[in-house]
């Protein structure tokens, strides 16, 4: 095999990937540069990652300083002064009472360390039994075992036929087409689709449930925006039981749906908050799991200098990824990003909308600057034709993203209505050329 070709690509089709590859450069602002020269409008924000654009000059200026001042300190036992800055930063954003910051490298650690902070709360209060996890159905995780188990893909499931965690059950997802379809902002149908949540409850008693894992707003597998009054409802039937409510906004964090999280958008306050793209706008790895100062409390108890979480990571709060944190948040503050995203949501909307009747095209679901079309699967080849838009888009100059058949928005939280024009006309041109 030759060696030009050793790196192995995540989720690409490697072997059709390099008969013709695509390799960005560089980039900057709202593009990307191709080894070929060309210039590509980023309709992705990396991927969800970088709603401020590419190569913001305050934070490559950050982590230009950082790297020559401390590029690395030891994690435990000791920290670094960035860390400490950023955890105090990201406590203050997060909803009251949940002040404690740790920190990952991804989101699918951030999922780990989540899932683990609940097994081992339920333990240090006494009550171990509580072991069994439960996520949802098309929900996306990470890619880690405990991130797969309680997930609901199928493909990354099955592809291992592993034993994954045990003892994990799945909630239906909240998606309806018959009554959802084309709905904008909230559907106001399906908050009874919470109560999924009492079967689990009744069929293994409540008493051996340890927590509930969703995304807000599920982004992988489509964007499926909760119905009204839904989220809520799953906060209420957690506390009836004593489950903690974990939500995954890995991709909700920091601006996406024009608010610092999704749980401040919803109003609804969980017990464990997972963090990672927004968080460094992609330029450093990191991810950041936030929890309630009483988790944090119980699990803390006992002989001062000896009581610890058992996890953590070699990078957790690196000084170059925290450096990045610190200046990403000052810009948000400063570009008063969040307030911005939000006020582009209708046009964006607007814009999105546009494609239905468009070929193919069998819904549109958008919330905050997160967007989806949904396209009718070629026979026999699902996926298929998402991705034949995806190409078609890269070569036209647009990069979007294809999760299956459902085409991807994640447009910069600065963008202008032109540059949400350009991106949904190309989508358009590429939907109409596959007619
Ligand atoms: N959780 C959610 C909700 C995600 O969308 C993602 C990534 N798209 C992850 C976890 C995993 O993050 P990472 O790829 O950084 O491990």
């Not at 009472?97 to 991804?106: D, L």
Request: include cysteine.
């Amino acid at each position: 095999m030759p060696h030009d070709q050793a790196f192995w690509l995540p989720f690409t089709a490697n072997r059709s990937f390099w008969k013709s590859p695509r390799v960005i450069t560089a980039a900057r602002g709202h593009y990307y540069t191709t080894d070929d020269g060309r210039q590509l409008l980023d309709g992705f924000s990396g991927l969800w990652t970088s709603g401020l654009g590419h190569c913001h000059p305050k934070i490559v200026a950050a982590v230009q300083e950082q790297v020559a001042t401390l590029d690395y300190a030891m994690g435990f036992q000791v920290t670094n002064d960035k860390a400490i800055a950023l955890a105090r930063e990201v406590a203050a954003l997060a909803p009251a009472g949940m002040g404690k910051v740790f920190f990952t490298n991804s989101g699918s650690e951030s999922v780990e360390t989540a899932l683990k902070i609940a097994l081992a709360w339920h333990r240090a209060r006494g009550e171990g039994q509580r072991t069994r996890l439960i996520g949802r159905e098309r929900g996306y995780h990470g890619v880690n075992f405990g991130g797969i188990s309680v997930g609901g893909i199928a493909p990354n499931r099955k592809a291992f036929s592993a034993n994954l965690v045990p003892g994990v059950d799945h909630i239906r997802h909240t998606y309806s087409a018959g009554d959802m379809a084309f709905t904008r902002g909230q559907p106001t149908w399906g908050a009874h689709l919470a109560d999924d949540l009492e079967r689990l409850v009744m069929l293994h008693d409540a008493s051996n449930i340890a927590a509930l894992i969703v995304e807000p707003v599920a982004g992988s597998t489509g964007i499926l925006v909760p119905p009204l009054g839904y989220l809520q409802r799953l906060r209420e039937i957690c506390d009836k039981h004593g489950i903690l409510l974990i939500f995954d906004e890995v991709i909700t964090a920091f601006g996406r749906v024009g608010a610092p999280f999704a749980s401040t958008r919803f109003g609804v306050t969980p017990d464990i908050i997972t963090t990672a793209k927004g968080l460094t706008n992609g330029v450093v790895p990191m991810g950041a799991v936030i929890v309630r100062d009483g988790i944090f409390d119980a699990l803390m108890q006992g002989p001062e200098h000896m009581v610890e979480l058992f996890h953590g990571y070699t990078y957790s709060g690196h000084p170059l990824a925290a450096a990045a944190g610190l200046a990403t948040l000052a810009v948000y503050r400063e570009e008063d990003s969040f307030a911005r995203a939000r006020a582009t949501e209708p046009v964006f909307a607007e814009e999105i909308h546009s494609l239905r009747g468009e070929p193919h095209v069998i819904d549109v679901r958008n919330f905050g600057l997160m967007g989806g079309v949904e396209l009718a699967p070629r026979e026999g080849a699902v996926g298929a034709r998402g991705f034949d838009v995806f190409l078609k888009c890269f070569e036209a100059g647009v990069v979007i993203r294809n999760g299956g058949d459902v085409v991807q928005f994640s447009p910069f939280l600065d963008s202008t209505a032109d540059e949400l024009g350009r991106i949904v006309d190309t989508v358009r041109q590429a939907l109409r050329s596959l007619a």
